[in-house]
């Protein structure tokens, strides 16, 4: 008995050392956990985009207009860091509030065009970002303090009070998009090479783009009900609100694109291997990196910027970014049309990558 365990022990492990891809993704993935994982969720958030007005009707500046200003562009929460917001001036408060709405800053604060300590400074905020209105918050009220002014502070949440689960429920809908499309998908491709399924479409008149084009539509379709049914449950279980029908449709047409652009890129990374094993090991990375650089758990504006970069080139934080406009604050195409032409341009790239990919593969 011991002498067949170590046969099969030195077969087994010969096996693991003689694919030097394997091994290298072994002792990669725990690295990459360490570096992505423990750098993309509860870093310092700094830099957070605000505005500040005056009201009408004034003159000029008043003292404590310009105190503020200053205190806020200099806020630190730790000294080490970078200020914790970055502050525009406006010359009117409805071009401030335009500005929150389109998205542009995340909150503004709006100072009396007097000096009376009873005038109320209001502060207006985005709530539907997860720990950033508390920061804004806090960072004003101390803003406030510091330039000595005693007047009430009233804070204002535009969309309301936002759960932390309703929060990550958004990126966990991007989650199941991309989870259907990696065993859905690349998978069931590399299933069907060594099962002989693809050889099998050569003696047929079906051309190599074809098997490709037809596999990426077969798994969009399947990652958008994945996608679709995480977005009902987030309407029934977590609570999120669809305000208009334009937003349900909205949140349709990017749930769509989204499974395009995932599926691509699985589907042309897939094409690349002939193992099931190789594939996963890949899989699991790129699984790790976008999804962690997408803002799902953690607000991109607490990741480093060597990591922040990361999202410039990341379907999922576009797809993340969009629904959560759409869902959490009822923004429409207006602003989320940066979103939707990265991810346009992401699927063209996608699969005429996998087109390229699965042809040179096949021969």
Known sequence: MLRGAIAIFRRDFKKFTSN??????????????????GNAIG????????????????????????????????????????ALFH???????????????????????????????????????????FTVPALIQS?????VAAAGAKNPIESVNVYGTVDYIQFFGVGVIVMAIFMTTMFGGGLAL???????????????????????????????VKAFFAGFIIF????????????????FLLVLLVLFMTSI?????????????????????????FSLLLFMTSGAFYPVLGMPSWLRWITVVNPEFYAVQALRSIILRGQGIN?????????????????????????RTLE
């Open 87 to 129: 502050v525009q001036s406006f010359t009117d408060e409805t071009i401030a509030k335009n500005a929150l709405a389109d998205g542009e800053i995340m909150a503004y604060v709006v100072f009396p065009s007097d000096l009376e300590p009873g005038r109320t400074i209001r502060l207006y905020m985005d709530s539907s970002e």
């Open 20 to 37: 030097p891809f394997m091994l290298v993704m072994t002792l990669a993935m725990p690295i990459m956990y360490l570096l992505i994982f």
């Open 261 to 285: 652009g995932v599926t691509s890129l699985v589907v042309s990374l897939a094409s690349r291997f002939s193992s099931q094993q190789e594939y996963s090991s890949v899989i699991a990375f």
């Open 43 to 82: 870093g310092t958030i700094t830099g957070i985009p605000i505005g500040i007005v005056q009201e009408q009707p004034y003159v000029h500046e008043t003292s404590l207009y310009l105190a503020g200003l200053d205190q806020l562009e200099n806020f630190h929460t730790q000294p080490d860091k970078p």
């Open 139 to 143: 960072g004003v009220f101390g803003a």
């Open 190 to 220: 590399i299933r069907d090479r060594e099962m002989g399924i693809i050889e099998g479409y050569f003696v047929t008149p079906v051309k190599r783009s074809s098997i490709i084009l037809g596999t990426i539509g077969s798994g969009t």
């Open 232 to 247: 009902l449950v987030d309407i029934f279980i977590v609570g999120v609100i669809i305000r208009a029908p334009e937003d």
């Open 335 to 359: 602003v989320i049309w940066p979103d939707l032409l990265a991810l346009a341009i992401f699927s063209a790239g996608a699969i005429i990558l996998g087109i390229i990919t699965y042809r």
